[in-house]
């Protein structure tokens, strides 16, 4: 995906309390840009009145196809709407368009990211563990679905012979 906004970046360029740099987690490539438009939903749900931008669905249809990446969009934004309405707290997130914050993941993000890579590697338990912590103890049935509606358009994780997830 382009990279568009802050060429100077804000100047935010460490991780703070409970967040760590991008690089620090173990995501595959579908992972990382998933990550990547998760960021870009999020900002456009934060903010209604600024559409998503037409550039932003084409660097998607870019990374994951013209068909898929409509799919993956709806159910990304199912995800976290639905992770919306269980939390009790804000969801914060990182800026996609600062070259500083988009190296930063926060922990709410770390998360997602981690729930959803559980999920695609048949995980139930690590991905249960996550999806608690960020839907904060609720209820959180709708968002094990919506990951599983994601994982099931997302290509399957690259494999090694032995079954391990290859690693970025």
């Given at each position: 995906m382009a990279?568009?906004?802050?060429?100077?970046g804000c100047?935010?360029?460490?991780?703070g309390r409970g967040e760590c740099y991008v690089s620090d987690v173990d995501l595959d490539p579908v992972e990382y840009n998933c990550l990547r438009l998760a960021r870009?939903?999020?900002?456009?749900m934060g903010d209604p009145s600024s559409p998503?931008?037409?550039?932003?669905?084409?660097?998607?249809?870019?990374?994951?196809?013209?068909?898929?990446?409509k799919d993956i969009i709806c159910?990304?934004?199912d995800l976290f709407s639905a992770i919306h309405l269980i939390r009790k707290s804000p969801f914060i997130f990182s800026n996609p368009h600062c070259i500083n914050c988009r190296e930063i993941l926060t922990e709410n993000e770390r998360r997602v990211m981690l729930a959803l890579a559980a999920?695609?590697?048949?995980?139930?338990?690590?991905?249960?563990?996550?999806?608690m912590?960020?839907?904060?103890?609720?209820?959180?049935?709708?968002v094990h679905q919506d990951l599983k509606r994601l994982t099931h358009i997302l290509p399957l994780?690259?494999?090694?012979?032995?079954?391990d997830p290859v690693a970025r």
């Open positions: 990279q568009h906004g802050y060429p100077k100047g935010n360029q460490r991780p870009t939903i999020l900002l456009f998503l931008r037409r550039v932003d669905v084409q660097d998607a249809a870019e990374v994951f196809g013209e068909v898929a990446s159910a990304m934004t999920t695609r590697r048949g995980k139930r338990s690590a991905a249960a563990a996550h999806v912590l960020v839907c904060e103890g609720n209820p959180d049935v709708p994780p690259r494999t090694e012979p032995e079954g």
